[in-house]
């Protein structure tokens, strides 16, 4: 079972008390995650990936395992710790403002 | 006995602010969506239960809140707004070609009629409509399609669309508002678009006479004269009598026609409100007193309203949805500040006293009379 831990404001908007979690059926990469967590909560469809192009929105981050994972493109392997669920998938809003 | 709500959006949640007829004893709701921006909270004329509220943040992007009972319970519907076609380019602050991106809605419309259809005033600047409750969204691309649209810029707050007039009499007559582009309006019920400008002059552009490229703050009709629209410009107060087809200045004796905020005595649609500031520079009010003025007369002839607002080291700023009117008997009037405060008149504008002081900055206020 993977583990996705949300940033607050979108734990409030899916009515999610802490972590989701969630499995995949195939390819293991970020982009199945993310469908498959849209699927389950459609309400963050937009938020963390633009609705209509599917890129990852500016001030949204991925963090797994200590990385910043959010340049290793949508098609990337999740890492094994993640896959196993031993650490989570973490949905990040950037640091930004005061 | 009426009651009356009070919707206000937030830079940190929306409020909901609610009272008897009497208007002196109020309760407050929320914040609800708290830390998101709510940039406008509206409810249908045709279902006033039906509440629709614009949520978004700078990361998380656009969400459609609706309630179907007054507020009690909220429900997301859909943020889906992608812009009609090839969303081409419109100029950048530089003057440089700049691609169309969605940023929030600033602005929802309902319909008088139909509780389901719903116009949305967005950035970057057009006009959407939903038809079934906020859950789908299309735009009307004629607005951004007549020919001008690559020649618009943003204002200081980014290009939005956000005025909606609706003429109650005759659904095909429409007209909006876009900083930095000016007024459109359509005859043909939102196919076809026309500047509706002729009349505005602007010194901060080239051409001071333009067809478009007007910093319009906001536009407000009273709905028992749909030709009659009052309009407060980046600079000048102006009246149009003929639907926007042409506008005159009518900012006669107010001490700063600069400002962000009008709007129309419920039952008096000759007496218009208006709330001064200083200058494009200065945000706050002439001389740190809060005044709102009204004119009686359709303008040009204006009257300080001080009675109940600090008339002293006041530099705050009332943002240009931030105005409503009730249409109990005397007419209620409400503003909300970037300070905080929702101030509330029971008399017209003669007084006026603090609903509430210590919210976040204020994005706009609406006021619903209910049975």
Not at chain 2, 122 to 127: I, S
Not at chain 2, 271 to 278: K, M, R
């Amino acid at each position: 079972m993977i583990r996705v831990v949300l940033p607050a404001h979108l734990r409030s908007l899916a009515g999610v008390a802490k972590e989701v979690e969630l499995s995949l059926e195939g390819a293991a990469t970020q982009e199945a995650l993310l469908d498959a967590l849209e699927a389950i909560h459609p309400v963050l469809r937009g938020t963390i990936r633009d609705g209509a192009t599917l890129q990852r929105r500016p001030f949204v981050r991925f963090f797994a395992c200590g990385e910043d994972v959010s340049h290793a493109g949508a098609g990337a392997t999740l890492p094994a710790p993640v896959l196993a669920g031993v650490e989570p998938f973490i949905v990040v809003g950037a640091m930004a403002g005061g | 006995m009426s009651r009356v709500r009070v919707l206000v959006g937030t830079c940190k949640g929306a409020f909901i602010l609610a009272s008897d007829g009497i208007r002196s004893d109020w309760t407050v709701t929320g914040p609800l969506f708290g830390g998101w921006e709510i940039y406008h909270v509206t409810a249908s004329p045709a279902d006033p239960d039906r509440i629709y509220a614009s949520q978004s943040t700078g990361w998380f992007g656009q969400q459609v809140q609706r309630s179907d009972d007054g507020g009690l319970t909220w429900q997301p519907v859909g943020n889906d707004f992608r812009y009609d076609g090839v969303a081409g380019t419109h100029q950048w602050y530089d003057g440089t070609p700049h691609p169309w991106e969605f940023a929030r809605v600033w602005h929802f419309e309902p319909s008088p009629t139909d509780r389901d259809a719903v116009f949305a005033g967005v950035e970057d600047a057009a006009l959407f409509q939903s038809l079934d409750g906020g859950a789908g969204w299309k735009e009307l691309p004629g607005l951004r399609g007549h020919g001008s649209g690559p020649a618009w810029q943003p204002g200081a707050g980014g290009m939005c669309l956000h005025s909606v007039i609706l003429d109650p009499a005759d659904p095909a007559r429409m007209l909006v508002a876009i900083s930095a582009a000016g007024v459109f309006r359509t005859l043909d019920g939102g196919d076809t678009w026309e500047p509706a400008n002729r009349g505005l002059r602007s010194e901060g552009i080239p051409d001071a006479e333009a067809e478009v490229g007007h910093c319009v703050h906001h536009v407000a009709m009273h709905p028992d004269r749909p030709d009659v629209l009052f309009m407060q410009k980046h600079w000048d107060v102006m009246r149009s009598d003929d639907f926007g087809a042409s506008w005159y200045e009518i900012s006669g004796d107010l001490p700063s026609d600069f400002g962000f905020a009008i709007d129309v005595h419920a039952h008096e649609p000759q007496t218009v409100y208006v709330v001064p500031i200083t200058s494009d520079s200065l945000h706050y009010p002439p001389d740190g007193r809060l005044r709102v003025y009204r004119s009686r007369t359709g303008g040009g002839e204006w009257q300080p309203l001080s009675e109940g607002l600090p008339q002293r080291d006041c530099y705050l700023n009332v943002l240009r949805d931030a105005m409503a009117v009730d249409s109990l008997d005397p007419c209620g009037v409400y503003f909300g500040t970037t300070g905080g405060q929702v101030y509330a008149s029971r008399d017209a504008g003669d007084s006026w006293a603090p609903i509430v002081r210590d919210l976040p900055r204020v994005l706009s206020v609406e006021a619903q009379t209910l049975p």
